[in-house]
């Protein structure tokens, strides 16, 4: 929700904030005499009106034409005195709703959520908020031996693991030893270490798989975002894609896949425009290494992004098997670059299909090969 009370006269709301408080009187925008209409108090605006409409109004200032002003609304629309004291009625209300919202929104900003807001209020009342002084100089949040809990302002402690009793023995019967960010240090204070070089780049990247890395992270186990693992807080590697993307080179290059009931679909991205899929599924009962509608769209074929899609669906999906058809020289080519070899043709609708797979070859290093060339030999 947008601000509603401003003083600014280039703000599209300033039309609803005519009637302003200013030094204990009512103010009106622009209610001053022609030609510059200045602002002016609501006493001076009604006893101009008054005068205008020959009325006999004698009050000088707000309280007394208040008290006239509530005589003259028992009139109701009868006279013009009933009338005018109406509209007296309606700017006296008008700015103290003005100035209370206005108490309220210097406090909430230039944009709320009212949702929000009672949310909060509803946890106040049933005693859930709980207000902690800032941390600041020589307190446990700011010790290198503070370990935060998760969500909370408190935390263990890497040299107190265990509460005390009077006399600094420790009593484990009264369980782990805790403590607030606000608290003050005790004498084996120690400065909080510079972020490592981990710490550091772990805003800068991004997964370049769906953003999201859907394997465990390398570093816990666990599973988090590539950039920020939500256990570890340590950047991680995607084990998916085997490296890290730099921000810029996520939302230029990306690709988002959706498991169906006929495997995976895979739809590849360049600076947020759509250039061409794929689908991924197994082969008679074996792990997902089928390639299917391998397409590129139309604007952008022949610039080499079937390469880079075919690097990723080997790199990524493990891609080894596919057909093709035999008048597609294109697609050929392509795929026998990347290591695919025709096994087999076979008729389909009539014509003449391919089933090609990609066979990694091991090869051993030069030395050993002659090394066991002379034992052979020997």
Known sequence: MKRLTTDDEKSIVFSLNTFYAKDGEV??????????????????????????????????????????????????????????????????????????????????????NPDKLRELMDADRAGRIKVLTEATGQVCGTCANFQRERGRKSGTCKVKKFCTDRWGRVDKMRGQFTTAQSRKACAKYEPEKPPSLAEEVRDRFFCRRNRVCMAACSTCDDYGECYACVSCGMPDRCQLCERYYTKEQAEQEAWVESKTNTGIEIVFFKNGKQIGKARVSDLDGKKLNFLHDFEVEKGYRNMG?????????????????????????????????????????????????????????????????????RRAAG
């Open 27 to 112: 103010w009106i925008r622009g209610g001053g005499p022609y030609p510059d209409y200045p602002d002016c108090t609501l006493v001076q605006w009604i006893k101009s009106a008054a005068e205008k409409h020959n009325l006999c109004i004698e009050g000088e200032n707000p309280e007394h034409l208040g008290d006239e002003m509530y005589d003259a609304l028992q009139d109701g629309d009868e006279t013009v005195e009933g009338i005018l004291a109406l509209m007296h009625l309606a700017a006296v209300e008008a700015t103290e709703m003005r100035e209370r919202l206005k108490l309220l929104e210097d406090i909430l900003g230039d944009d709320y």
């Open 305 to 373: 992004f079937g390469g880079k899609i075919l690097e990723v669906l080997i790199s990524a999906y493990k891609v080894d098997t596919l057909y093709v058809d035999d008048d597609n020289k294109i697609a050929l080519k392509l795929y026998e670059k990347y290591g695919f070899q025709t096994i087999d043709c076979f008729l389909k609708n009539g014509k003449k299909m391919r089933q090609m797979e990609r066979k990694i070859m091991e090869v051993q290093p030069k030395i050993a090969t002659d090394n066991a060339a």
